[in-house]
């Protein structure tokens, strides 16, 4: 693990060094989870977001990664830049964000239920720390997280 030294003015991140085992390049600020291939699980290696794998989710990616390279993998810590996925409407800052099945991208995620509804727990592990207005269409913004994956 590599702990930003602490000091007044910068904000503190902890970042992981990781394999890229995906089998292309790994973009700076995508979402990554830990590879969970049997015969490749060795606790060193991440891929993309593979579906239905958002509990296996490692971080954000600092800088771009080669294949079967090494990188740093944001854990914890605030985030100037992370790739979110927009909708038509505005999102609000302070949102919860999920990673999201197959795809290398945060969403937002309701945090509020009327009392009748049945709900499926979602793995909350960042929040927005700016907001995002509307667009005309959906799409993939780049913004400020905070970010809680370790």
Request: hydrophobic share 45%.
């Amino acid at each position: 693990m590599v702990f930003q030294r602490v000091n007044r003015t910068d904000p503190e991140r902890v970042f992981v060094v990781m394999r890229n085992n995906e089998g292309a390049a790994m973009i700076k600020d995508q979402t990554c989870q830990m590879e969970l291939a049997s015969a490749s699980i060795d606790g060193v290696r991440v891929r993309d977001m593979d579906a239905s794998n958002e509990w296996a989710f490692m971080g954000i990616v600092d800088a771009a990664i080669a294949d079967g390279a090494y990188g740093l993998i944001q854990v914890y810590g605030y985030r100037s830049s992370s790739i979110i996925f927009q909708t038509d409407t505005s999102i609000a800052t302070g949102v919860p964000l999920r990673p999201f099945s197959g795809v290398d991208y945060m969403v937002s995620v309701l945090s509020t239920f009327a009392s009748n509804t049945s709900v499926t727990l979602q793995p909350i592990f960042a929040f927005l720390g700016e907001s995002i207005t509307d667009q005309a269409t959906s799409s993939t913004v780049t913004r400020k997280i905070f970010l809680r994956a370790m």
